[in-house]
């Protein structure tokens, strides 16, 4: 997804329903955006990348006056728990490899 597409269809949108504007963005309005986007079942990545977009657009506004000061330079991303992958027991293996016996799916499984 292109950049001016996250921001103008998720970024703005939440900012602007919320009726949160440039100058009164706080710290926590940013954390807000980011529960919301995780509770909404969006990954901790796609998270990170709108936090990239709106630090960028953020330092834009103080780099022309807009704003004194960047609230998304003020969030820590942490990185998530490692990825724990999830294996089938020998019994559970057993259990698939005769499910697909003798069917088209043999061959992939």
Known sequence: MGYSR????TIAPYFAQ????LQNITVI?????????L???V???????SHANISKCLKYAVTNNLIPFNPANRIS??????YVAKTYSAEQLH??????KNTELELPV
Do not use: C, W
Request: aromatic content about 8%; hydrophobic content about 30%.
């Open 6 to 9: 996250v921001i103008n269809g």
């Open 18 to 21: 919320n009726k949160i504007s």
């Open 29 to 37: 309005d940013i954390e807000k955006f980011y529960n919301q986007r």
């Open 39 to 41: 509770k909404s079942g």
């Open 43 to 49: 990954s901790y990545n796609t998270v990170k990348h």
């Open 77 to 82: 991303m942490k990185s998530p728990d490692k």
């Open 95 to 100: 259990q698939l490899l005769n499910a697909v």
